[in-house]
C-alpha cells in the first residue's frame, strides 16, 4: 500500500517566514495532490499563505479559504 500521510513535522515550521510545497509526483496524474491540504494544515500552524519563484525571486501567495 501507498503511504498517505502528509509530512508529520509541523511543528518544525512554526518558527519559519517563508514556506514552498510540492507534490512530489512520480505520474503526471498526481501533480498537485494533496496540495489542498497541505496549504490547509499551513494555516493552521500559523502560515499566511506561500511563496513560489518567478525567475529566481520570491512570489508570495496568499492563502483564499
Known amino acids: 500500500t501507498r503511504n498517505r ?7 518544525l515550521f512554526r518558527s519559519g517566514k517563508i ?3 510540492g507534490s512530489d509526483a512520480h505520474n503526471a496524474d498526481r501533480v ?3 496540495v ?4 490547509k494544515i499551513l494555516k493552521e500552524i500559523g ?3 506561500i511563496y513560489t ?5 520570491l512570489k508570495f501567495h ?3 479559504f
Open 5 to 11: 500521510t502528509l509530512f508529520p513535522y509541523t511543528t
Open 32 to 34: 498537485g495532490d494533496r
Open 36 to 39: 489542498m491540504e497541505s496549504q
Open 19 to 21: 514556506i514552498t510545497i
Open 47 to 49: 502560515f499566511n499563505g
Open 53 to 57: 519563484f518567478d525567475q529566481m525571486k
Open 62 to 64: 496568499e492563502f483564499k
